[in-house]
């Protein structure tokens, strides 16, 4: 199967800009959805974005909307989040996934978790 190295994750002020990274090796990539989850200190997992197969089509999560940016290079076998106008909200531990059963962007949104596979994630800290 897939397997996903997220980087790009750091310490960043309020305002700033940041793009995470998430490599994929092995498996299938160009036919296989990707997205992005973000887990805080003492709060669930959420939601952030996801992108189909080609990249044409993609998905926020409410806190992501008009600040993120998801892309993907299919010949790179990688994907990135741009994340602009950060918050210290924002702070939060980054997992990329890729889908195990489909190519759009709901087969991220709408799958379980042991329907995805996970990146190991990154640190990202904003501070105010």
């Known amino acids: 199967q897939v397997r996903l190295i997220e980087s790009g994750g750091g310490l960043v002020q309020t305002g700033d800009s940041l793009t995470l990274s998430c490599a994929a090796s092995g498996g299938s990539f160009s036919n296989t959805a990707m997205g992005w989850f973000r887990q805080a200190p003492g709060k669930e997992r959420e939601f952030v974005a996801a992108i189909n197969w080609s990249g044409h089509s993609t998905y926020y999560g409410d806190s992501a909307k008009g600040r993120f940016t998801c892309s993907r290079d299919n010949g790179k076998r990688t994907m990135a989040l741009t994340m602009n106008m950060l918050k210290p909200e924002d702070t939060a531990v980054y997992y990329c996934?890729?889908?195990?059963?489909?190519?759009?962007?709901?087969?991220?949104?709408?799958?379980?978790?042991?329907?995805?596979?996970w990146g190991q994630g990154i640190q990202v800290t904003v501070s105010s």
């Open positions: 996934v890729a889908s195990r059963t489909g190519q759009m962007f709901s087969d991220i949104v709408q799958a379980p978790p042991e329907n995805l596979v």
